[in-house]
């Protein structure tokens, strides 16, 4: 979706609303959401930073002889969570240079890929390639309306299907059986590329070990033992997920790349993208853009945490939109191949790819508040249920399931 402006975004944010509806989606549901809001900016005094904290997961890795700071960083990690339901991080074991390799890679898959051959729909496109206008968000109209003018979405209402593209490829150990072998498929390997496999196995487990790393340290926070989601990590269907977006089709300013969503899984991990674009919403329903330094890595909390700590942890809401920043980026790249006498009109070099991967609990354990969480208005809230099962009904809600149903408000 095009939009001419950020005021044409608020505008458009609430397309098809009258003041009745409002007051209905608020009286039927909505309001928890707005009571949560001002419980959270309540209690913490209005002393929300306006950046995401910054994780050192050097001093936790080496805790036996820094046992003070990796003890103020465990805390640092349940606290961001709680409070942003994001944080960015730096691993030692995950150089930018891998990022990098990563990337070029994937410039060139998605530049030269058709969209078919790679796709397999009828595995719920949860291996091989997803092409544009295939995934459409879940329609979180109701819940924007609620949110401050300036801080609504861009993404229409009701809102379109993203024109980004995905690749998934499956990262980590198999379980022996499943009932769920949809989430579990063998992968789509593209014969043009024979490093493909080296390198997507490359980045993918390297931001799969600092996941598992971090989900560590948040357990110990959240006062779990630290094994606790780890254990349920094991033999999950995780999926190095890069998405493109090409900018030689999508490049207007106010194109939302990706509708605003929240993430499905436990938790979803970043590498540095070369355009600016990304977004998220903190708890307390303010917006904002986010920069992740060179070297750093950006985590998100997912559905399935949510899930776990009965709502303590919410899932992040977030979108990528193209914004001024990010086309200073796209012309600068374009003067280069200009200078270069190259025709700018069709760039390899202008498909935006973000490197995510999406770290999940494992299909067959079943989800249900844990520890001092389980309380029993969350186990209300959040009856048990098999993670295969809560990640099938997400995906039929956005459009790739195979029992896939429209969104309605």
């Known amino acids: 979706r095009h939009l001419a402006s950020p005021a044409s975004h608020r505008t458009m944010g ?57 003890a103020a960083e465990v805390a640092k990690v349940a606290d961001s969570l709680h409070r942003f339901g994001a944080l ?31 796709a397999r729909p009828e595995m719920h496109y949860q ?15 109701h819940r924007s309306a609620l949110l401050d003018e300036k801080e609504r979405p861009y993404t229409g209402c009701p809102p379109d299907a993203d024109p980004k593209w995905r690749f998934f490829w499956r990262i980590g150990s198999k379980p022996k059986t499943s009932k769920y072998p949809q989430l579990n498929a063998d992968p789509v390997i593209p014969e043009e590329i024979p490093e493909w496999s080296d390198t997507m196995d ?20 959240l006062d779990l033992p630290s094994n606790t989601f780890q254990d349920m ?28 969503h929240y993430d499905l899984n436990f938790l979803t991990i970043h590498g540095k993208s070369r355009f600016p674009g990304l977004y998220v919403w903190l708890r307390d329903g303010r917006r904002m853009p986010v920069k992740v330094p060179p070297g750093h890595l950006i985590v998100q909390a997912g559905k399935q945490i949510e899930y776990l700590t009965g709502g303590y942890i919410m899932c992040g809401f977030h979108e990528v939109v193209v914004n001024e920043a990010t ?21 390899q070099e202008l498909w935006r790819v973000s490197s995510t991967l999406f770290g999940h609990i494992a299909s067959d354990q079943v989800l249900k508040p844990m520890g001092r969480f389980a309380t029993p208005e969350a186990l209300a809230e959040f009856p048990p249920v098999e993670t295969g099962q809560q990640v099938q009904n997400e995906l039929n809600a956005i459009n790739l399931g195979a029992d896939s149903e429209k969104n309605e408000l």
């Not at 086309?327 to 760039?347: C, P, Y």
């Open 14 to 70: 609430l397309k098809g609303f009258t003041l009745p509806v409002l007051a209905a989606v608020a009286a039927a549901g909505g309001v928890i959401f707005a009571n949560q809001v001002a419980s959270v900016a309540a209690a913490t005094d209005n002393k929300l930073v306006d950046t995401i904290p910054m994780i050192d997961m050097s001093a936790y890795l080496d805790r036996e002889n820094r046992p003070e700071e990796a």
């Open 233 to 260: 990590m094991q033999d999950a269907p995780h999926l190095l997920a890069p998405t493109g977006s090409d900018f030689n089709k999508y490049g207007a300013n106010g194109t939302v790349l990706a509708g605003y």
């Open 88 to 118: 960015v991080i730096k691993d030692p074991r995950v150089e930018e240079q891998s990022n990098t390799v990563f990337i070029d890679m994937l410039e060139k898959y998605f530049y030269n890929s058709d969209g078919k051959r790679d």
């Open 327 to 347: 086309m200073a980026v796209i012309d600068k790249k374009k003067a280069a191949a200009a200078a270069e006498g190259r025709d700018t009109s069709n760039l």
């Open 202 to 221: 490359m980045w993918g487990t390297k931001m799969l070990t600092a996941l598992h790393t971090l989900a560590g340290m948040a357990a110990e926070g």
């Open 127 to 141: 291996v091989g390639v997803t092409p544009e206008n295939t995934e459409r968000p879940r329609n979180h109209c």
